[in-house]
T-cell receptor, first 113, second 113 residues
Framework: KQEVTQIPAALSVPEGENLVLNCSFT??????LQWFRQDPGKGLTSLLL?????REQTSGRLNASLDKSSGRSTLYIAASQPGDSATYLC????????????FGAGTRLFVKA | DVKVTQSSRYLVKRTGEKVFLECVQD?????MFWYRQDPGLGLRLIYF???????EKGDIPEGYSVSREKKERFSLILESASTNQTSMYLC????????????FGEGSWLTVV
């Protein structure tokens, strides 16, 4: 059974700091891994999608890496800003058991001005 | 940009009422999903549909049904609402479950009293 774990559950950093959010998954048979952002009371916004054959994806100040063999992904946020404050979720699309996507519980990030 | 629209953002319903949650996407996606999100439990898949009139049960289908009469519209139905169905409901869609980004709506907050 695929499980997705995100550590830490919450993180508070001063503005300008570079930070790393971690995501681990138990089954390496995945199609892709996706990182989302969720603002309070809102839906999920896709940030980055990494296919299983890829090692990383970048968008602006965000960089996501994927190490399928070790079951890990990281989301790197450079020069954090108060506007980055949100919950970040990772999700894996598994190859077995149909089209299901398994979500982590998320890391709640607070960037202090 | 892909848009997934959930017509009702906030609803308050009484126990026993029939509740309809509507979701429309504008990018001709084959695959649509309904999730519920609860604190401490993360996102859980209720139902998904990979084509018009096709549906598959997710992890927690009990107490729910769905309807997909048109490709762009996926409805979640609570036949007889109960207080334990108070939650945030999220609709999502994607072109291809294996390789593509999942897009989410803004969410529907349902309170059953």
């Amino acid at each position: 059974k695929q499980e997705v774990t995100q550590i830490p559950a919450a993180l508070s950093v001063p503005e300008g700091e570079n930070l790393v959010l971690n995501c681990s998954f138990t089954d390496s048979a995945i199609y892709n891994l996706q990182w989302f952002r969720q603002d309070p009371g809102k839906g999920l916004t896709s940030l980055l999608l990494i296919q299983s054959s890829q090692r990383e994806q970048t968008s602006g100040r965000l960089n996501a890496s994927l190490d399928k063999s070790s079951g890990r992904s990281t989301l790197y946020i450079a020069a954090s800003q108060p506007g980055d404050s949100a919950t970040y979720l990772c999700a894996v699309r598994r190859k077995t058991g149909g089209f299901k996507t398994i979500f982590g519980a998320g890391t709640r990030l607070f960037v202090k001005a | 940009d892909v848009k997934v629209t959930q017509s009702s953002r906030y609803l308050v319903k009484r126990t026993g009422e029939k509740v309809f949650l509507e979701c429309v996407q504008d990018m001709d996606h084959e695959n649509m999903f309904w999730y519920r999100q609860d604190p401490g439990l993360g996102l859980r898949l209720i139902y998904f549909s990979y084509d018009v009139k096709m549906k598959e049960k997710g992890d927690i289908p009990e107490g729910y049904s769905v309807s997909r009469e048109k490709k762009e519209r996926f409805s979640l139905i609570l036949e007889s609402a109960s207080t334990n169905q108070t939650s945030m409901y999220l609709c999502a869609s994607t072109v291809d479950p294996a390789g593509n980004t999942i897009y989410f709506g803004e969410g529907s907050w349902l309170t059953v009293v």
